[in-house]
Protein backbone atom coordinates (compact mmCIF):
# COMPACT_ATOMS: atom_id res chain seq x y z
CA UNK A 1 0.00 0.00 0.00
CA UNK A 2 2.40 2.38 -1.33
CA UNK A 3 0.36 5.70 -1.55
CA UNK A 4 2.62 8.72 -3.24
CA UNK A 5 5.81 8.12 -3.62
CA UNK A 6 8.43 10.43 -3.71
CA UNK A 7 12.55 10.03 -4.88
CA UNK A 8 15.12 10.67 -3.61
CA UNK A 9 14.75 11.32 0.05
CA UNK A 10 17.77 13.57 0.60
CA UNK A 11 19.63 15.78 -2.36
CA UNK A 12 22.59 17.92 -2.27
CA UNK A 13 23.17 20.46 -5.26
CA UNK A 14 25.29 23.17 -5.94
CA UNK A 15 24.19 26.71 -6.97
CA UNK A 16 23.20 26.23 -10.71
CA UNK A 17 22.93 22.75 -10.91
CA UNK A 18 19.50 21.24 -12.20
CA UNK A 19 17.87 18.23 -11.08
CA UNK A 20 14.07 16.17 -11.21
CA UNK A 21 11.98 15.43 -8.08
CA UNK A 22 10.00 12.55 -9.59
CA UNK A 23 6.61 11.75 -7.48
CA UNK A 24 4.24 8.70 -8.14
CA UNK A 25 0.69 7.61 -6.54
CA UNK A 26 -0.85 4.39 -7.03
CA UNK A 27 -4.63 5.70 -5.82
CA UNK A 28 -5.62 6.78 -8.92
CA UNK A 29 -5.95 10.05 -8.15
CA UNK A 30 -6.65 12.88 -10.73
CA UNK A 31 -5.18 15.77 -8.46
CA UNK A 32 -1.26 16.26 -7.78
CA UNK A 33 0.50 19.09 -6.35
CA UNK A 34 4.21 20.21 -4.93
CA UNK A 35 4.42 22.19 -2.04
CA UNK A 36 7.53 23.34 -0.50
CA UNK A 37 8.29 23.21 3.16
CA UNK A 38 10.37 25.94 4.90
CA UNK A 39 10.78 27.27 8.87
CA UNK A 40 8.02 29.50 10.30
CA UNK A 41 5.97 29.73 6.42
CA UNK A 42 4.12 26.61 6.41
CA UNK A 43 3.49 24.84 3.27
CA UNK A 44 3.31 26.50 0.16
CA UNK A 45 1.96 25.54 -3.14
CA UNK A 46 4.11 25.60 -6.03
CA UNK A 47 2.09 23.70 -9.11
CA UNK A 48 -0.43 21.72 -9.24
CA UNK A 49 -2.05 19.37 -11.91
CA UNK A 50 -5.95 18.87 -11.61
CA UNK A 51 -5.47 16.07 -14.03
CA UNK A 52 -3.86 14.37 -16.16
CA UNK A 53 -2.58 16.88 -18.87
CA UNK A 54 -2.55 20.04 -17.30
CA UNK A 55 -0.83 21.84 -14.61
CA UNK A 56 -1.21 25.18 -12.90
CA UNK A 57 0.86 27.49 -11.05
CA UNK A 58 0.68 27.87 -7.78
CA UNK A 59 2.07 30.13 -4.62
CA UNK A 60 5.47 30.44 -5.61
CA UNK A 61 6.52 28.45 -9.21
CA UNK A 62 9.14 30.73 -10.07
CA UNK A 63 12.70 28.56 -10.85
CA UNK A 64 10.42 25.61 -11.42
CA UNK A 65 8.87 23.77 -13.66
CA UNK A 66 6.55 20.25 -13.64
CA UNK A 67 5.53 17.98 -15.94
CA UNK A 68 2.43 15.32 -15.37
CA UNK A 69 3.76 12.28 -17.64
CA UNK A 70 0.49 10.95 -16.41
CA UNK A 71 -2.12 9.92 -14.37
CA UNK A 72 0.58 8.15 -11.64
CA UNK A 73 3.69 10.70 -11.95
CA UNK A 74 4.47 14.12 -11.79
CA UNK A 75 8.11 15.56 -11.43
CA UNK A 76 9.52 18.52 -10.58
CA UNK A 77 12.30 20.15 -11.99
CA UNK A 78 14.58 22.87 -11.09
CA UNK A 79 16.57 23.70 -13.90
CA UNK A 80 19.44 26.20 -12.05
CA UNK A 81 18.88 25.92 -8.65
CA UNK A 82 19.87 28.50 -5.88
CA UNK A 83 20.21 28.65 -2.57
CA UNK A 84 16.21 29.97 -1.89
CA UNK A 85 15.58 26.38 -3.24
CA UNK A 86 16.47 24.64 -0.02
CA UNK A 87 13.93 23.19 1.09
CA UNK A 88 11.63 19.83 1.92
CA UNK A 89 9.59 19.44 -0.71
CA UNK A 90 6.24 17.54 -0.75
CA UNK A 91 4.17 15.81 -3.07
CA UNK A 92 0.56 15.40 -2.52
CA UNK A 93 -2.71 13.93 -4.49
CA UNK A 94 -6.38 14.17 -4.40
CA UNK A 95 -8.87 12.10 -6.10
CA UNK A 96 -10.14 15.46 -8.07
CA UNK A 97 -9.18 18.68 -7.19
CA UNK A 98 -10.38 20.00 -4.20
CA UNK A 99 -11.34 16.78 -2.85
CA UNK A 100 -11.32 17.37 1.09
CA UNK A 101 -8.12 15.35 1.83
CA UNK A 102 -4.51 15.58 0.11
CA UNK A 103 -2.55 12.93 0.67
CA UNK A 104 1.45 13.42 1.09
CA UNK A 105 4.46 11.53 0.36
CA UNK A 106 7.33 11.50 2.69
CA UNK A 107 9.45 14.28 1.21
CA UNK A 108 12.77 15.36 -0.27
CA UNK A 109 14.70 17.14 1.40
CA UNK A 110 16.93 19.67 -0.81
CA UNK A 111 19.85 21.73 0.25
CA UNK A 112 21.62 24.35 -2.62
CA UNK A 113 24.94 25.37 -1.78
CA UNK B 1 -6.62 37.19 0.94
CA UNK B 2 -7.25 33.84 2.12
CA UNK B 3 -4.99 32.63 5.08
CA UNK B 4 -4.42 30.65 7.94
CA UNK B 5 -2.56 31.82 11.30
CA UNK B 6 -1.88 29.31 14.28
CA UNK B 7 -0.45 29.78 17.37
CA UNK B 8 3.55 29.77 17.54
CA UNK B 9 5.06 26.62 18.79
CA UNK B 10 6.57 24.97 20.42
CA UNK B 11 4.44 23.33 22.85
CA UNK B 12 6.09 21.00 25.94
CA UNK B 13 3.27 19.05 27.75
CA UNK B 14 3.24 16.83 29.75
CA UNK B 15 1.96 13.24 29.40
CA UNK B 16 -1.88 12.98 30.07
CA UNK B 17 -1.98 17.07 30.10
CA UNK B 18 -4.69 19.27 28.29
CA UNK B 19 -3.71 20.09 25.04
CA UNK B 20 -4.98 23.43 22.92
CA UNK B 21 -3.82 24.69 19.35
CA UNK B 22 -5.21 28.24 18.54
CA UNK B 23 -6.04 28.36 14.87
CA UNK B 24 -8.19 30.96 13.15
CA UNK B 25 -8.72 32.13 9.41
CA UNK B 26 -9.52 34.71 6.85
CA UNK B 27 -11.78 33.50 3.73
CA UNK B 28 -14.42 35.11 2.07
CA UNK B 29 -17.43 32.87 2.51
CA UNK B 30 -17.32 29.32 4.01
CA UNK B 31 -14.53 27.45 3.62
CA UNK B 32 -13.57 23.78 4.54
CA UNK B 33 -11.01 23.81 7.73
CA UNK B 34 -8.76 20.83 8.55
CA UNK B 35 -6.14 19.89 11.11
CA UNK B 36 -2.95 17.65 9.61
CA UNK B 37 -0.41 16.04 11.46
CA UNK B 38 3.61 15.40 10.47
CA UNK B 39 5.15 13.12 12.16
CA UNK B 40 9.19 13.06 11.79
CA UNK B 41 10.27 12.04 8.98
CA UNK B 42 6.81 11.46 7.53
CA UNK B 43 4.10 13.46 4.91
CA UNK B 44 1.38 15.42 6.12
CA UNK B 45 -1.43 13.13 7.06
CA UNK B 46 -5.17 14.19 7.34
CA UNK B 47 -6.13 14.50 11.29
CA UNK B 48 -9.76 15.55 10.81
CA UNK B 49 -12.26 18.16 9.07
CA UNK B 50 -14.66 20.14 8.84
CA UNK B 51 -16.93 21.05 5.77
CA UNK B 52 -19.60 24.06 7.69
CA UNK B 53 -19.65 26.20 10.41
CA UNK B 54 -20.94 24.58 14.09
CA UNK B 55 -18.98 20.90 12.78
CA UNK B 56 -16.99 19.44 14.78
CA UNK B 57 -14.51 17.36 13.42
CA UNK B 58 -13.09 14.30 15.37
CA UNK B 59 -10.50 11.85 15.19
CA UNK B 60 -7.90 9.63 17.68
CA UNK B 61 -9.05 11.68 20.73
CA UNK B 62 -8.54 15.13 19.11
CA UNK B 63 -11.25 17.74 18.24
CA UNK B 64 -11.97 20.59 16.79
CA UNK B 65 -15.08 23.04 16.24
CA UNK B 66 -16.02 25.21 13.51
CA UNK B 67 -16.77 28.49 14.29
CA UNK B 68 -18.10 31.14 12.17
CA UNK B 69 -18.54 33.88 14.52
CA UNK B 70 -14.96 34.09 15.49
CA UNK B 71 -13.53 32.80 12.71
CA UNK B 72 -11.50 29.67 14.42
CA UNK B 73 -11.01 26.00 14.34
CA UNK B 74 -9.00 25.29 17.44
CA UNK B 75 -7.84 21.78 17.77
CA UNK B 76 -7.99 19.99 21.54
CA UNK B 77 -7.39 16.99 23.22
CA UNK B 78 -8.41 15.58 27.07
CA UNK B 79 -5.45 13.75 27.75
CA UNK B 80 -2.15 13.82 25.20
CA UNK B 81 0.47 10.88 25.10
CA UNK B 82 4.30 10.71 24.16
CA UNK B 83 2.93 9.20 20.76
CA UNK B 84 1.20 12.74 19.89
CA UNK B 85 4.48 14.59 19.83
CA UNK B 86 4.41 15.70 15.91
CA UNK B 87 3.92 19.16 14.15
CA UNK B 88 0.47 20.34 13.14
CA UNK B 89 -0.84 22.02 11.15
CA UNK B 90 -4.03 24.11 10.49
CA UNK B 91 -5.38 24.68 6.46
CA UNK B 92 -8.67 25.41 4.70
CA UNK B 93 -9.79 25.40 1.27
CA UNK B 94 -11.77 28.45 -0.10
CA UNK B 95 -15.25 27.90 -0.73
CA UNK B 96 -15.14 29.79 -4.04
CA UNK B 97 -12.34 28.63 -5.59
CA UNK B 98 -11.77 24.89 -3.91
CA UNK B 99 -8.94 24.32 -5.30
CA UNK B 100 -6.22 25.86 -3.07
CA UNK B 101 -5.09 24.54 0.58
CA UNK B 102 -3.68 27.15 2.71
CA UNK B 103 -1.59 26.04 5.51
CA UNK B 104 -0.66 27.43 8.67
CA UNK B 105 2.98 27.64 9.39
CA UNK B 106 2.56 24.70 12.09
CA UNK B 107 2.91 24.19 15.74
CA UNK B 108 5.54 21.67 17.24
CA UNK B 109 3.79 19.42 20.17
CA UNK B 110 6.41 17.48 22.26
CA UNK B 111 4.73 15.43 25.08
CA UNK B 112 7.25 14.39 27.73
CA UNK B 113 6.64 11.27 29.71
Known amino acids: NAGVTQTPKFQVLKTGQSMTLQCAQD?????MYWYRQDPGMGLRLIYYSASEGTTDKGEVPNGYNVSRLNKREFSLRLESAAPSQTSVYFC????????????FGNGTRLTVT | GDSVTQMEGPVTLSEEAFLTINCTYT??????LFWYVQYPGEGLQLLLKATKADDKGSNKGFEATYRKETTSFHLEKGSVQVSDSAVYFC????????????FGTGTSLTVIP
Open chain 1, 92 to 103: ASSKRLGQLALH
Open chain 2, 27 to 32: ATGYPS
Open chain 1, 27 to 31: MNHNS
Open chain 2, 91 to 102: ALIPSNTGNQFY
